[in-house]
């Protein structure tokens, strides 16, 4: 088989080989190489030591920040490119890294501290495998499983439980049955792993094709970062708009939607308010009402454990907020100046999805309808409506030449004014706006 290796790894390989050592890929790049999938960067390891490598590459910009663990990075027509010594590794005490690392002169030794057989294999220049432990049978059949004891590869680092599920729904690969039990077996170690790798993990995973079946297994993977969740996975939903439980309306809504971070997040997370909100009546149906805003409360937190960015967090709360809020034709204008466009097409986006994760039967006017208001909302902004104060024929300083004050009664009575046009009160025209401004002369 040929593989399409870049010309810069190609040319760090050759110079590690010219200089005595043994080199070659490793790791993510050769799995997507086999998988027929255009690697993100290129790993080499080497027999070479650190120093050695270092040698090699006298002539280039080496930079050594990794040196005590065997990696040296070298840039090579201005891209990084990293290179480690062969290695074994030590104990991790604290369930996210080794304690030490030792130098070793096999390959095969250093392939077998990786987590999964996918990951640990090596592919030469010559376009050679070393493949030890079956990872090009585990890749031609779809399988993710732990090089050598899974508990033990779990236990060394905590993330690997998040990066197995994350590779489950990117690839679609099913997880090996001993290694799914470890998983479960110790699940509790995520708690020793920092939330900002966690939520390297939990991205991937959610933007990932296959995340749906993925969340349907491993609900409880999650709750150890998000207890929060438990409620959720745990509810049942005895309502005529609902076939499904909390959870599988929860996952049926996600995979509806795009695989864009902020509404997979706000779609997994729109309805984490309804355990606390949910009321029985006498009939025993139930209900939820104020699910949205004790939703987005949630949300928040949860989204400052993990630290993700402020961007992405009020973008999520915002939609986990207004994805129960009602719309209709005549309320496009105020939400479109309220939300602004790209935040109202990603509700209505929240809002499908929600919607086809429930009773069929009942959301299907809903769903028609949701297509007339985007429809109408896409016109609006093709007209260039005002939607804001900008927009508007009048001003601050039409206000104060009215007689108003100058102060927060200008703000108040052009606000004022701007909800008229949103409404279909009073068309943006200069003099019918000016006749609506309370004269104090």
């Known amino acids: 088989m040929k593989f399409e290796i870049s010309v810069g790894a190609r040319a760090i390989l050759q110079t590690l080989m010219d200089g005595g050592y043994e080199a070659c890929l490793v790791g993510g790049c050769v799995r997507d190489l086999l998988r027929g999938a255009v690697p993100h960067d290129w790993d080499i390891c080497t027999s070479a030591r650190p120093e050695e490598t270092a040698a090699c590459f006298a002539h280039r910009r080496v930079l050594e920040t990794g040196m005590k663990h065997g990696t040296v990075t070298v840039l090579e027509d201005g891209e990084p490119y990293e290179i480690t010594t062969y290695r074994t ?55 993710i499983r732990c090089v050598g004891d899974p508990a033990c590869r779990f236990q060394e680092d905590g993330l690997r439980i998040m990066r197995a599920l994350r590779f489950g729904a990117s690839f679609g690969y099913k997880i090996e049955e001993k290694t799914a039990q470890a998983i479960r077996a110790y699940q509790k170690v995520l708690r020793h792993v920092a939330v900002e790798r966690i939520q390297v993990e939990l991205c991937k995973l959610l933007t990932g094709r296959w995340a749906g079946a993925i969340l349907r297994h491993y609900p409880d993977v999650l709750c150890q970062f998000w207890p929060q969740l438990r409620p959720l996975v745990e509810l049942e939903q005895n309502n005529p708009w609902h076939c499904w439980g909390g959870w599988e309306h929860t996952i049926c809504a996600l995979e509806a939607v795009p695989a864009d971070l902020p509404l997979r997040l706000a779609v997994l997370l729109h309805d984490i308010g309804k355990p606390g909100c949910k009321s029985t009546d006498e009939t025993g149906v139930d209900h939820f009402y104020g699910h949205a805003e004790a939703g987005a409360e949630l949300a928040d937190g949860m989204l400052r ?137």
């Open 89 to 143: 590794e030590g104990p991790y005490s604290d369930s996210r890294r080794p304690d030490y690392v030792t130098f070793v002169s096999s390959l095969e030794a250093d392939l077998a501290r990786r987590d999964f057989t996918m990951n640990a294999i090596a592919l030469k220049l010559d376009g050679s495998l070393q493949d030890p432990f079956g990872g090009t049978e585990d890749i031609k059949y779809g399988v």
């Open 305 to 441: 454990t993990l630290k993700f960015d402020n961007k992405t967090r009020e973008r999520v709360v915002i939609l986990v907020k207004r994805h129960d809020l009602p719309l209709s034709e005549y309320s496009i204008r105020r939400w479109l100046g309220r939300l602004g466009a790209e935040t109202f097409f990603q509700l209505l986006e929240v809002k499908r999805a929600d919607s086809l994760g429930q009773n069929s039967s009942m959301v299907k006017d809903w769903l028609a309808e949701l297509d007339e208001i985007k429809a109408k909302a896409e016109e609006i902004l093709a007209q260039q409506e005002c939607l804001s104060l900008r927009g508007l024929e009048v001003n601050g300083k039409d206000v104060l030449e009215a007689g108003i004050a100058p102060g927060p009664e200008v703000g108040q009575v052009l606000n004022g004014l701007l909800e008229q046009v949103l409404s279909g009160a009073v068309p943006n025209e200069r003099e019918a706006l000016l006749a609506r401004i309370p004269h104090r002369k």
